[in-house]
């Protein structure tokens, strides 16, 4: 089944402490990109990523760092994470972004 | 400004009526628009995407296009209670970027 994969769905963390959530896809789609999604303020663009070693910053980057290493990985990492980035956060991949993205389920996220 | 703007609802509609979705964008180098559906705790899915004005019909799904007035609506025919979810609206113009708006809730009532 075609599909993206984020791990884990729930998070519960405390300030500071980094941690990774992992997104995979199997379309062998190029690019791949990650939103959170806040109440009131809709998606909104963190990373994207055109290909293996291509990353650029969305609209929200800051506390966020991406790589991509692999075409079908594009993990998400907060090296110390803060209470404002508590949020719903989504992977998503695409062969050819004006066609538009395919979305993980999400990844709750909660700093405290 | 924002890029896109949405009424964030909620909208509340019986079963059977048809329902009128809409957004405005400011940036006129948008050239594909797209309505995403978003269930509770899930992540959104493609609905319907349309490149040029018009209208794009899908089941009782209608995507329309007004360049002309940058807006864009989505109609929803015979509605159901399974059409109950948050609807967005999505705009792009480049590789990579994609732009929502904020979502409209949508109840369905039996």
């Known amino acids: 089944e075609a599909q993206v994969t984020q791990n884990p769905r729930y998070l519960i963390t405390v300030t500071g402490k980094k941690l990774t959530v992992t997104c995979s896809q199997n379309?062998?789609?190029?690019?791949m990109s990650w939103y959170r999604q806040d109440p009131g303020l809709g998606l909104r663009q963190i990373y994207y990523?055109?290909?293996?070693?291509?990353?650029d910053k969305g609209d929200v980057p800051e506390g966020y760092k991406v790589s991509r290493k692999e075409k079908r990985n594009f993990p998400l990492i907060l090296e110390s994470p803060s209470p404002n980035q508590t949020s719903l956060y989504f992977c998503?991949?695409?062969?050819?972004?004006?066609?538009?993205?395919?979305f993980g389920s999400g990844t709750r996220l909660t700093v405290v | 400004q924002k890029e896109v703007e949405q009424d964030p609802g909620p909208l509340s509609v019986p079963e059977g009526a048809i329902v009128s979705l809409n957004c405005t964008y400011s940036?006129?180098?948008?050239?594909?628009f797209m309505w995403y559906r978003q269930y509770s705790r899930k992540g959104p899915e493609l609905l319907m995407y349309?490149?040029?004005?018009g209208n794009k019909e899908d089941g009782r799904f209608t995507a329309q296009v007004d360049k002309s007035s940058k807006y864009i609506s989505l109609f929803i025919r015979d509605s159901q209670p399974s059409d109950s979810a948050t609807y967005l609206c999505?705009?792009?113009?480049?590789?990579?970027?994609?732009?929502f708006g904020t979502g409209t809730r949508l109840q369905v009532t039996l």
């Open positions: 998503a991949s695409s062969l050819d972004t004006t066609y538009g993205y395919t």
């Open positions: 379309m062998n789609h190029e690019y």
């Open positions: 990523s055109m290909n293996v070693e291509v990353t």
């Open positions: 349309t490149y040029s004005s």
């Open positions: 940036n006129s180098a948008f050239q594909y």
């Open positions: 999505a705009v792009t113009g480049t590789a990579s970027k994609l732009t």
